[in-house]
């Protein structure tokens, strides 16, 4: 509903805007997505966020294999434990498994929060020359492409954009 709302705010914008600016030079769009996804900063960004994810991918699938091997020694020792024995490795069993847990959460949580960080790292530095572009040729007004539907090619200013942040973003820091 919200992008409803600004869709038609900003078409109302552009009809009060004067025919000699609507046409001009002065007004031109972006593929924001575009710039994000497939310059080189964004692709070695998305690499690094997937050998992360695998890397944490793996230790998950680690610690469940421990854990479950650990639950199976439990359950073949019950015939050779008291009852009381028994009880106490179910319940060490259990603060571990909820350690294991927590340590897992923590690491998970830590790795969307760097992810996120990243991501917009990146989407300041894209704006920051898009910015330097629009001061430079002297653009009034830079839309983004996803909130246009029909725009003259001459009009799209992602291509110099793309070639600038490529020179000038190899990569983005990931923690």
């Known amino acids: 509903m919200n992008n409803i709302k600004y869709y038609f705010i900003l078409s109302l914008a552009l009809l009060m805007l004067t025919p000699q600016m609507a046409f ?25 966020i997937t050998a992360e994810r695998n890397a944490l991918k793996a230790v998950v699938e680690k610690e469940g294999k421990a854990l479950k091997e650990e639950e199976a020694k439990i359950i073949s020792s019950k015939k050779n434990l008291s009852e009381v024995a028994f009880k ?18 923590k690491k998970r949580e830590a790795f969307e929060k760097s992810a996120l960080e990243a ?40 291509a110099e954009v793309m070639e600038r942040l490529n020179a000038k973003v190899k990569s983005i820091p990931f923690k």
């Open 24 to 48: 001009s030079a002065e007004m031109v769009v972006v593929d924001m997505q575009q710039l994000e996804v497939m310059s080189v900063a964004g692709k070695a960004l998305r690499e690094r």
């Open 88 to 105: 106490d490795r179910v319940k060490g069993f259990e603060v571990s498994f909820k350690n294991k847990q927590a340590k897992i959460e």
């Open 119 to 158: 991501h917009a790292k990146l989407r300041k530095e894209v704006v920051s020359v898009v910015g330097a572009l629009a001061t430079e040729k002297k653009h009034k007004l830079v839309l983004s492409r996803q909130a246009v539907v029909i725009v003259e090619k001459s009009m799209d200013i992602t």
